[in-house]
């Protein structure tokens, strides 16, 4: 009996934080923005090449972002550039890939699994 006293305010606690956590996974940069700011990038290369992906993901500082992926890597001496990462302040931070096919992780971030040996 007192379980079925506390069930309306669990599901009261539950609907909140539900609510919550979908209002924070509102990206603050909309997807057609961002298509655009994609758009605007390719057309001002002067390159001939689609967008085809365009995801939301979130870095492991839990930030999220945009990422569009081109149809074919865009040449750029031995680097290639795979796509674009877009914050949702509508900065912008190309996707190279290194002369040996590797990635490269974009300027000031650490290559995954890096780590400081002081």
């Given at each position: 009996?007192?379980?079925?006293?506390?069930?309306?305010?669990?599901?009261?606690?539950?609907?909140?934080?539900?609510?919550?956590?979908?209002?924070?996974?509102?990206?603050?940069?909309?997807?057609?923005?961002?298509?655009?700011?994609?758009?605007?990038?390719?057309?001002?290369?002067?390159?001939?090449?689609?967008?085809?992906?365009?995801?939301?993901?979130?870095?492991?500082?839990?930030?999220?972002y945009w990422y569009a992926k081109w149809s074919a890597p865009i040449e750029d001496?031995?680097?290639?550039?795979?796509g674009l990462r877009i914050d949702m302040d509508g900065t912008v931070t190309r996707?190279?890939?290194?002369?040996?096919?590797?990635?490269?992780?974009?300027?000031?971030?650490?290559?995954?699994?890096?780590?400081?040996?002081?």
């Amino acid at each position: 009996m007192k379980n079925l006293r506390l069930l309306p305010l669990v599901v009261a606690l539950a609907v909140s934080t539900f609510s919550a956590v979908a209002a924070d996974n509102i990206p603050a940069l909309p997807i057609d923005q961002a298509l655009k700011i994609a758009q605007d990038h390719l057309q001002k290369g002067g390159v001939d090449r689609a967008i085809v992906g365009l995801v939301l993901e979130q870095s492991t500082f839990k930030s999220t972002y945009w990422y569009a992926k081109w149809s074919a890597p865009i040449e750029d001496g031995p680097k290639k550039e795979i796509g674009l990462r877009i914050d949702m302040d509508g900065t912008v931070t190309r996707f190279i890939t290194g002369p040996g096919g590797g990635h490269e992780p974009p300027a000031g971030q650490r290559p995954v699994g890096a780590r400081s040996m002081r």
